[in-house]
């Protein structure tokens, strides 16, 4: 079992990686829920090749590290429009690198925001879903939206959902409205999609780890200030 004091490399070259591109910033942001939040991630921000690199190493490592321990076969790694095709393009890629016996036949899918109506039509870009086992390939989940109509999608072209994985687990609870400082218990998103889809939900890293990282790094002020928004909005799952 992994000790969970020293994460594997992967985890710590990715949130380096994060660090250096000003992909993960901190500072005093306001969220699309409303929260203020100590930190800021913004995937987009993976379009040099070295960190397209990095972050589709990441999030392969975190899918080989999980099925080497739990069964999960998957034939389609689905990216949600827009962030979302990147992403599972250059894991699945980076999949049939690592481990060309099990994933060099494995396929990427991403959705259309609008039906072709010409040509070969429809919504979807790549492998057809139909009967095919899907991993969905994102880079949070924070109100869980966006993540259903990608599940929405992915039923409706006829394919069975087998997990979730994105780059980081913020590991708070859902927004709650008016009263969402309340200090009410609530699922997290991510916790919502495990509860309702029964998939699991993987992520490359968590709030903790990046706590960790700070922590090793000295970052004191960002790092206590993590601890205080996380004790703020900790989900109960």
Known sequence: MADKSHPPSYKTDFLQSCLSAEVL???DYTLKSGRRSPYFFNAGLFHRADLLRSISTA???????FIAHTPLSIDVLFGPSYKGIPLATATVDKLAELDPDRF????????????????EGGNIVGASLRGKRVLIVDDVITAGTAMREAIDIIRREGGEL??????LD???????????????????????????????????VTLDDLIG???GM???KDMERLEEYKARYRASG
């Open 170 to 204: 913020r590991m708070e609870k859902m927004p709650g409205g008016p009263d969402d400082d309340d200090g009410s218990p609530r699922l997290s998103a991510i916790g919502e999609v495990k509860r309702v889809y029964g998939v699991p939900v993987l992520s490359i």
């Open 104 to 119: 060099a036949r494995v396929s990427y899918s991403f959705n259309r925001k609008e039906a072709k109506d010409h040509g």
């Open 59 to 65: 999030y392969a490592r975190s899918i080989l590290d």
């Open 213 to 215: 990282l700070l922590r």
């Open 25 to 27: 910033t901190f500072g």
């Open 218 to 220: 000295g970052g004191e």
């Open 162 to 167: 087998v997990g979730v994985i994105v780059a």
